[in-house]
C-alpha cells in the first residue's frame, strides 16, 4: 500500500487534464456546429440584400472569431464562475445543496454516532476530523468533498443516520474516506463546472429562441419599412438560439457520458477501500442492500438541482445511460464476494421477510450467510502482506489508508479523552481554549508571561476553564495531543472570519512570547494553517503539483537538516541522519550549519515541496523516515513533526500506535 496513495493522486491529477482535453474538444465541436449556423443566416441575410445574385460565402474570420468568442465566454465562463465559486471546497458545495454544518456538540443520538465514525476514521488515518454535514433528505447517501483533504467535508443524507446501524454507517464514511484518500474529489469539483457550462449554453440559446428572438420579430412587425431588418435579425435570432440549445444538449449528453465513466470505476474502488479499511464487507453490503431494497429514489426538486454532483454521491438511486455510479447489485456482489444472481435471490428473500413483519430488519439471506467466514476471509486477503519494522516505518507505508487495528486503537484513544475534554473540542469558543492550552510552554516562566497576555485578552470564567483544561491536558499521554487538536477542527471551522482572525492574532502571540517558535509549537501551527487558513484567507490556493522532487533539492535538503538537528543527540548524530537520508535519494550534498536552520524556515521550503507530483512526495517521505530511524528509534516528538510535514504536503500519515 505504500505507494497507492501517491499513484492514486498523480492518477487523479492525470484524470483533470484529461477532462480539460474532453472539455477542450467539444468546445471546438459546438464552436464548428455554431459557426455553421451563424455563415447560414449570414448568406440568406446577405442574399436578402443584393437580390437575385447569389454568392455562398463559406468563411468568414469575424463570423468565426465572433462565434468562437460568443460560446468561448458562454461556456468556458460559466464553467470557471462555478469553479471559482466552489474554490472554497467541500464546504461551497455542501452549503449549495443545502446541507448544514452539523454542531459537533449535538446530542442527538443519530448525529452523535456519527460524529464518532467520522473523528475515528478521521484520527486513525491522520486527517483531521473533516467537518460534518448533513443533508435533510430522507434518502439514503452522501458525499465526500473538496479539493484535497486539508478543506474536505463529508456530508450524510438524515435517511443515512436513521436507517443505517453503526457498522453500515461506518462502510459508507470510509467509503467516502476513501474518495479523500484517492483524489477523487478535485475531479469532481471540475466535473461540476463542465457540466454547468454545458448546461448554461442550452440555457443561453432558449432564452434566445423563446424571450429575445420573438420580441425582436414582433419588434420588426411593428416597424416601419425603414426598419423591416428587425424581423429577420428576430428570425436569426431564433435560429441560432434554436442551435445553440441543441449543442447545450448535445454537449450536456456527452458531459453526463464523461460524468458516469469518470466516476464508476472510482465507486468499485471505494468499495474496496471500504472494506479493506473496516475489514467487514458486512458493513459497505448492508449499506448498499438497504438502499436496493428501498427502490429508486423519486426525482424531486432537491434530486434536479443535484445533478451537476451527481458523481460525488455514494449511489444513485436511477439507473440510465448518464448513472454515475455502476448497478447497485454489481457492487453488493463485489463487496460481498457472491455472485449477482445470490444477490438478487437474497434480496427478495429479505423483502420477503420484511413485508411479513412490521419491524425493521437487516438479517441477509441465507446463502449470504453460509458464505459468511468466505467473505471475512475474502476481505482480510485484500489486506495483504503486513507492513513489518518500526511503527514509524508501518505508518509512512499505510499513508492514504487504514486498517481495523487503527480504528480500534482511534476508538480507545477517544474513550481515554475525558468527557470534559471531548465537549470543550467540540463547541468553537472552547476549542478555542484548548488549544491555546496545548502550546503553553514548560517553562515556568515563559508560561507566567502567556497567562499574563491570555488575562488581558479572556474574562475570568474562562481563564478558569483553561486552567481545568491544563491539568486535565497534563494527565494525558503525550501521544493524544494530536487527536485532541485534530477533534477541534470542525469546531474551530465554525468561527466566523472575524473570530478566525482574533482567535490567530492570540495564538500567534502566545507561540512568540519567547521570541522563538519551538518544535511542538510549529507542529501546531502548522496544523491549524494547513487545515483552517485556507478555509478562510486562501481558497483554492496551491492547486498544481507537477514538478519532479530533484528540482526541488533545496528545501528538501532544509527539511531533512532539520529533522536530523531534532532527533540528533549531538551535530554529529545529526550529520549521520542527514547523509542516510541524502543517500537514500541518491543525491549528494553537505551539511549545512546548523545555526543556519530554524523551525520557522521549514514552512517556505514544505510549500516549495507542495508543488512536486505526489509519487515524488511518498519518496520525499521515504527519504525523512530514514532520517529519524538512522538510529534505530524514533521519539513522540520526531513522529510528531514527520506527521506535520506529511500534512504540509497533503500526505495524511495514519494514527501511530504504540507496539505491543
Same mark, same amino acid.
Request: with cysteine; net charge neutral.
Given at each position: 500500500?505504500?505507494?497507492?496513495?501517491?499513484?492514486?493522486?498523480?492518477?487523479a491529477?492525470?484524470r483533470?487534464?484529461?477532462?480539460?482535453?474532453?472539455f477542450?474538444?467539444?468546445?471546438?465541436? *459546438?464552436?464548428?456546429?455554431?459557426?455553421?449556423?451563424?455563415?447560414?443566416?449570414f448568406?440568406?441575410?446577405?442574399?436578402?440584400?443584393?437580390? !437575385?445574385r &447569389?454568392?455562398?460565402?463559406?468563411?468568414?474570420?469575424?463570423?468565426?472569431?465572433g462565434?468562437?468568442?460568443?460560446?468561448?465566454?458562454?461556456?468556458?465562463?460559466s464553467?470557471?464562475?462555478?469553479?471559482?465559486?466552489?474554490?472554497?471546497?467541500?464546504?461551497?458545495?455542501?452549503? *449549495?445543496?443545502?446541507?448544514?454544518?452539523l454542531d459537533?456538540?449535538?446530542?442527538?443520538h443519530e448525529?452523535?454516532?456519527?460524529?464518532?465514525?467520522?473523528?475515528? +476514521?478521521?484520527?486513525?488515518?491522520g486527517?483531521?476530523?473533516?467537518?460534518?454535514? &448533513?443533508?435533510?433528505?430522507?434518502?439514503?447517501?452522501?458525499?465526500?468533498?473538496?479539493?484535497?483533504?486539508n478543506?474536505?467535508?463529508v456530508s450524510?443524507?438524515?435517511?443515512?443516520?436513521?436507517?443505517?446501524?453503526?457498522?453500515?454507517?461506518?462502510?459508507?464514511?470510509?467509503?467516502?474516506?476513501?474518495?479523500?484518500?484517492?483524489?477523487?474529489?478535485?475531479?469532481?469539483?471540475r466535473?461540476?463546472?463542465?457540466?454547468?457550462?454545458?448546461?448554461?449554453?442550452?440555457?443561453?440559446?432558449?432564452?434566445?429562441?423563446?424571450?429575445?428572438?420573438?420580441? +425582436?420579430?414582433?419588434?420588426?412587425r411593428?416597424?416601419?419599412?425603414?426598419?423591416?431588418?428587425?424581423?429577420?435579425?428576430?428570425l436569426?435570432?431564433?435560429?441560432?438560439?434554436?442551435? +445553440?440549445?441543441?449543442?447545450?444538449?448535445i454537449?450536456?449528453?456527452?458531459?453526463?457520458?464523461?460524468?458516469?465513466?469518470?466516476?464508476?470505476?472510482?465507486?468499485?474502488?471505494?468499495?474496496?477501500?471500504?472494506?479493506?479499511?473496516?475489514?467487514?464487507?458486512?458493513?459497505?453490503?448492508?449499506?448498499?442492500?438497504?438502499?436496493?431494497?428501498?427502490?429508486?429514489m423519486?426525482?424531486?426538486?432537491?434530486?434536479?438541482?443535484?445533478?451537476?454532483?451527481?458523481?460525488?454521491?455514494? !449511489?444513485?438511486?436511477?439507473?440510465?445511460?448518464?448513472?454515475?455510479h455502476?448497478p447497485?447489485?454489481?457492487?453488493?456482489?463485489?463487496?460481498?464476494?457472491?455472485?449477482?444472481?445470490?444477490?438478487?435471490?437474497?434480496?427478495?428473500?429479505?423483502?420477503?421477510?420484511m413485508?411479513?413483519?412490521?419491524? @425493521?430488519?437487516?438479517?441477509?439471506?441465507?446463502?449470504m450467510?453460509?458464505? @459468511?467466514?468466505q467473505?471475512?476471509?475474502?476481505?482480510?486477503?485484500?489486506?495483504?502482506?503486513?507492513?513489518?519494522?518500526?511503527?514509524?516505518?508501518?505508518?509512512?507505508?499505510?499513508?492514504?489508508? &487504514?486498517?481495523?487495528?487503527?480504528?480500534?486503537?482511534?476508538?480507545?484513544?477517544?474513550?481515554?479523552?475525558p468527557?470534559?475534554?471531548?465537549?470543550?473540542?467540540?463547541a468553537?469558543?472552547?476549542?478555542?481554549?484548548?488549544?491555546?492550552?496545548?502550546?503553553?510552554?514548560?517553562?515556568?516562566?515563559?508560561q507566567?508571561?502567556q497567562?499574563?497576555?491570555?488575562?488581558?485578552?479572556?474574562?475570568?470564567?474562562?481563564?478558569?476553564?483553561?486552567?481545568a483544561?491544563?491539568? *486535565?491536558?497534563?494527565?494525558?499521554?503525550?501521544?493524544?495531543?494530536?487527536p485532541?487538536?485534530?477533534?477541534?477542527?470542525p469546531?474551530?471551522?465554525?468561527?466566523?472570519?472575524?473570530q478566525?482572525?482574533?482567535?490567530r492574532?492570540?495564538?500567534d502571540?502566545?507561540?512568540?512570547?519567547?521570541?522563538?517558535?519551538?518544535?511542538?509549537?510549529?507542529?501546531?501551527?502548522?496544523?491549524?494553517?494547513?487545515?483552517?487558513e @485556507?478555509?478562510?484567507?486562501?481558497?483554492?490556493? @496551491?492547486?498544481r503539483?507537477?514538478?519532479?522532487?530533484?528540482?526541488?533539492?533545496?528545501?528538501?535538503?532544509?527539511?531533512?537538516?532539520?529533522?536530523?538537528?531534532?532527533?540528533?543527540?549531538d551535530e554529529s548524530?545529526?550529520?549521520?541522519?542527514?547523509?542516510?537520508?541524502?543517500?537514500?535519494?541518491?543525491?549528494?550534498?553537505?551539511?549545512?550549519?546548523?545555526?543556519?536552520?530554524?523551525?520557522?524556515?521549514?514552512?517556505?521550503a514544505?510549500?516549495? &515541496?507542495?508543488?512536486?507530483?505526489f509519487?515524488d512526495?511518498?519518496?520525499?517521505?521515504e527519504?525523512?523516515?530514514?532520517?529519524?530511524?538512522?538510529?534505530?528509534?524514533? !521519539?513522540?516528538?520526531?513522529?510528531?513533526?514527520?506527521?506535520?510535514v506529511?500534512?504540509?504536503?497533503?500526505?495524511? +500519515?495514519?494514527?501511530?500506535?504504540?507496539?505491543?
Open positions: 500500500m505504500a505507494t497507492n496513495f501517491f499513484e492514486q493522486q498523480d492518477h491529477r492525470r483533470t487534464g484529461l477532462l480539460v482535453i474532453c477542450a474538444a467539444g468546445l471546438a465541436l *459546438m464552436i464548428a456546429v455554431l459557426y455553421v449556423v451563424a455563415m447560414l443566416v448568406n440568406v441575410i446577405g442574399q436578402e440584400e443584393q437580390g !437575385t &447569389i454568392e455562398v460565402n463559406y468563411f468568414n474570420g469575424w463570423v468565426l472569431l462565434v468562437a468568442a460568443l460560446t468561448t465566454a458562454i461556456v468556458g465562463g464553467s470557471l464562475f462555478k469553479i471559482m465559486q466552489l474554490r472554497s471546497g467541500g464546504r461551497a458545495v455542501a452549503e *449549495m445543496l443545502g446541507a448544514r454544518q459537533p456538540s449535538t446530542r442527538v448525529e452523535r454516532v456519527a460524529l464518532n465514525i467520522v473523528e475515528e +476514521m478521521a484520527i486513525a488515518s486527517t483531521p476530523v473533516p467537518p460534518l454535514y &448533513i443533508l435533510e433528505d430522507p434518502s439514503i447517501n452522501a458525499f465526500a468533498a473538496g479539493w484535497s483533504p478543506d474536505a467535508i450524510l443524507n438524515r435517511g443515512t443516520l436513521k436507517a443505517l446501524n453503526r457498522d453500515e454507517l461506518q462502510g459508507v464514511v470510509a467509503h467516502e474516506f476513501s474518495h479523500i484518500f484517492n483524489g477523487d474529489m478535485r475531479i469532481n469539483i466535473l461540476i463546472g463542465v457540466i454547468h457550462g454545458l448546461l448554461v449554453l442550452g440555457i443561453t440559446g432558449w432564452v434566445c429562441l423563446r424571450l429575445i428572438g420573438p420580441a +425582436m420579430l414582433g419588434s420588426g411593428r416597424s416601419s419599412s425603414k426598419n423591416e431588418g428587425g424581423g429577420g435579425i428576430g436569426a435570432i431564433m435560429l441560432f438560439g434554436l442551435a +445553440m440549445m441543441i449543442c447545450g444538449f454537449g450536456t449528453f456527452f458531459g453526463r457520458l464523461i460524468q458516469a465513466a469518470v466516476s464508476r470505476q472510482r465507486e468499485y474502488l471505494a468499495d474496496a477501500s471500504a472494506v479493506q479499511f473496516t475489514r467487514n464487507p458486512d458493513g459497505i453490503g448492508g449499506a448498499l442492500e438497504k438502499i436496493k431494497l428501498a427502490g429508486h423519486k426525482r424531486t426538486e432537491e434530486n434536479e438541482k443535484a445533478s451537476e454532483i451527481n458523481h460525488m454521491f455514494f !449511489t444513485k438511486g436511477f439507473d440510465s445511460i448518464f448513472a454515475t455502476p447497485l447489485a454489481d457492487r453488493i456482489s463485489r463487496v460481498r464476494g457472491i455472485s449477482q444472481e445470490q444477490v438478487q435471490q437474497g434480496l427478495k428473500e429479505t423483502a420477503s421477510r413485508q411479513q413483519t412490521s419491524t @425493521e430488519t437487516s438479517t441477509s439471506s441465507n446463502q450467510r453460509a458464505s @459468511e467466514e467473505r471475512r476471509r475474502q476481505a482480510a486477503n485484500i489486506l495483504g502482506e503486513v507492513v513489518l519494522g518500526s511503527v514509524l516505518d508501518q505508518a509512512i507505508g499505510r499513508i492514504g489508508t &487504514i486498517d481495523k487495528d487503527a480504528l480500534q486503537h482511534s476508538r480507545e484513544l477517544l474513550e481515554s479523552i468527557e470534559k475534554l471531548k465537549e470543550a473540542a467540540h468553537a469558543p472552547t476549542a478555542q481554549l484548548l488549544v491555546y492550552c496545548l502550546v503553553l510552554d514548560e517553562d515556568p516562566a515563559d507566567d508571561l497567562w499574563t497576555i491570555l488575562a488581558s485578552e479572556l474574562p475570568d470564567p474562562q481563564i478558569r476553564q483553561m486552567r483544561f491544563q491539568e *486535565m491536558i497534563l494527565d494525558l499521554d503525550a501521544s493524544i495531543r494530536l485532541l487538536l485534530d477533534m477541534c477542527i469546531s474551530l471551522s465554525q468561527m466566523s472570519e472575524s478566525y482572525r482574533i482567535f492574532e492570540s495564538f502571540r502566545l507561540v512568540r512570547v519567547d521570541g522563538r517558535i519551538d518544535r511542538w509549537e510549529w507542529v501546531v501551527d502548522t496544523i491549524i494553517d494547513r487545515h483552517l @485556507e478555509r478562510y484567507h486562501k481558497p483554492g490556493a @496551491e492547486r503539483a507537477n514538478r519532479r522532487l530533484d528540482s526541488n533539492q533545496s528545501p528538501v535538503l532544509v527539511v531533512l537538516a532539520t529533522l536530523a538537528c531534532i532527533g540528533g543527540e548524530s545529526a550529520q549521520a541522519a542527514f547523509s542516510s537520508s541524502i543517500e537514500f535519494l541518491g543525491w549528494q550534498a553537505s551539511f549545512p550549519d546548523p545555526a543556519s536552520l530554524k523551525l520557522s524556515g521549514l514552512r517556505a514544505l510549500k516549495q &515541496i507542495r508543488t512536486t507530483r509519487k512526495r511518498g519518496r520525499f517521505l527519504a525523512c523516515k530514514h532520517c529519524i530511524l538512522t538510529d534505530g528509534k524514533a !521519539t513522540i516528538e520526531e513522529a510528531e513533526t514527520l506527521r506535520a506529511a500534512e504540509s504536503i497533503d500526505c495524511p +500519515m495514519p494514527l501511530l500506535s504504540h507496539p505491543g
